[in-house]
Each structure stands twice: as C-alpha cells, then as structure tokens.
C-alpha cells in the first residue's frame, strides 16, 4: 500500500551522528503513524521511534532517548529519524515503518508497511 525507501545510513564513530531519511509513496502520508524500528543479527527487533501523522506525539524506546529525534515533514511526505551520539550498540539495520490504519502511535505490530532498510554501524 505505501512503499517507503530509507537512505542515509553508513559507517559512523561512537559519539557521532547520523541522519536517516524515508520517502514515502502514498496519497494519505499524514494519515499514518510512522516509526522506525531496528534490527540486529541475534537480536530482537525493536521499535526505537514512533511519530503521529500531525507530529503531536512522538515515542522513543529507552534506549535512545535523548539522543534520538523522530520528526516527519507531511509537505514531502518524509519522516527522519536523527541519531546524535551513537553507540556501538546502535548498529543495526534500520526499517522505516508506517502504520496505515492509525494516525496514532500504537506498537511495532501494528506497522504493515516497511522500508528495505539501512544499515548502520557505529564503531569503536
């Protein structure tokens, strides 16, 4: 329904910062939740970002908050997920994800819609 391709991830130092960027094909963009969730080999995936389709509310997991900033721009139908002082334990492929059926914030399984991914990696 909605196809969205992420791009900005690479190769980082600890402590530096990444923008991550995910365009968004769709005729009602502000009418879905979005999120960016990550996945690491042997891990568990987690949502790390959430954002509502007016911006009014955003989620972070605990373990990015304060340094991760999710913000969308409806105007460009693109949602960003800044990363500022990452560690090495950010290194994961990020998913940009959207929720369809909810302007609302709700959970990572409730997001139908992703991306291809990007990978990320935070070095020493």
């Known amino acids: 329904q909605v196809q969205l391709v992420e791009s900005g991830g690479g190769l980082v130092q600890a402590g530096g910062s990444l923008r991550l960027s995910c365009a968004a094909s769709a005729r009602t963009f502000s009418s879905y939740a979005m999120g960016w969730i990550r996945q690491a080999p042997g891990k568990e995936r987690e949502f790390v970002a959430g954002i509502s389709g007016s911006s009014t509310r955003t989620y972070y997991a605990d373990s990015v908050k304060g340094r991760f900033f999710i913000s969308r721009d409806n105007a460009k139908n693109t949602v960003y997920l800044q990363m500022n002082s990452v560690k090495p334990e950010d290194t994961a492929v990020y998913y940009c994800?959207?929720?369809?059926?909810?302007?609302?914030?709700?959970?990572?399984?409730?997001?139908?819609?992703w991306g291809q991914g990007s990978q990320v990696t935070v070095s020493s």
């Open positions: 994800a959207a929720d369809t059926l909810s302007p609302f914030i709700r959970g990572l399984a409730d997001f139908g819609s």
